[in-house]
């Protein structure tokens, strides 16, 4: 079992960069699929970005290009780094870990884009 937990929201103007970590506890991170979804006002939870165990990265369409994500196993983190963020990045962000039928989330952390 993992448990998560994220850091690194605020509150930032258009076009500025965030970085959220995700620190991760328990056994075999290596082998999780880690991923960051986020759910704005009055919207279903949406994928973010998503790394697998081989590094294989996808990211929502929204965000490629300004968005990247990657993990460091021997120090159990995932992190998404933001740039050119736009006000339609607000949310909540989550941290996710797959592996199987598993799937484990972190309690969030708030992304506010605005002037």
């Known amino acids: 079992q993992v448990q998560l937990v994220e850091s690194g929201g605020g509150l930032v103007q258009p076009g500025g960069s965030l970085r959220l970590s995700c620190a991760a506890s328990?056994?075999?991170?290596?082998?999780?699929?880690m991923g960051w979804y986020r759910q704005a006002p009055g919207k279903q939870r949406e994928l973010v970005a998503v790394?697998?165990?081989?590094?294989?990265?996808n990211y929502a369409d929204s965000v490629k290009g300004r968005f990247t994500i990657s993990r460091t196993n021997s120090k159990k983190m995932v992190y998404l780094q933001m740039n050119n963020l736009k006000p339609e990045d607000t949310a909540v962000y989550y941290c996710?870990?797959?592996?199987?039928?598993?799937?484990?989330w972190g309690q969030g952390t708030q992304v506010t884009v605005s002037s």
């Open positions: 790394i697998n165990i081989g590094g294989t990265i």
């Open positions: 328990g056994s075999s991170f290596s082998i999780y699929t």
């Open positions: 996710n870990g797959r592996i199987g039928t598993m799937t484990f």
